[in-house]
């Protein structure tokens, strides 16, 4: 019944901005914590961003720090990831996540499908 469908991606120019959206449903969207993670070509998946269920964000990963912003807006069920001064570095499939805890120990994580970033001139 969870349901996270990213959307946004695309082609850009290097410098140039892109804001992704996370639309999601099947749960109660208010009250989790949101994750951005990325993966590039023949790299690790690595965390991007995270917004608590208070709208505070966390966590941004050392390579986009200044240039990526993370947001919510619970009234549309929906998680934003702005990114601004796009390098080519940042070229990677990106991922909305969230997750709960399981009943009998551990952790469930939901993913999206992903949406493809491309930065190049």
């Known amino acids: 019944q969870v349901q996270l469908v990213e959307s946004g991606g695309g082609l850009v120019q290097p410098g140039g901005s892109l804001r992704l959206s996370c639309a999601a449903s099947g749960f109660t969207f208010s009250s989790y914590t949101m994750n951005w993670y990325r993966q590039a070509p023949g790299k690790e998946r690595e965390l991007v961003a995270t917004?608590?269920?208070?709208?505070?964000?966390?966590n941004y990963a050392d390579s986009v720090k200044g240039r990526f912003t993370i947001s919510r807006d619970n009234a549309r069920n929906t998680a934003y990831l702005q990114m601004n001064t796009l390098k080519p570095e940042d070229t990677a499939v990106y991922y909305c996540?969230?997750?709960?805890?399981?009943?009998?120990?551990?952790?469930?994580?939901?993913w999206g499908q992903g949406t493809q970033v491309t930065v190049s001139s």
């Open positions: 917004i608590t269920s208070a709208g505070i964000s966390l």
């Open positions: 996540n969230t997750a709960r805890a399981r009943n009998g120990g551990g952790r469930y994580d939901y």
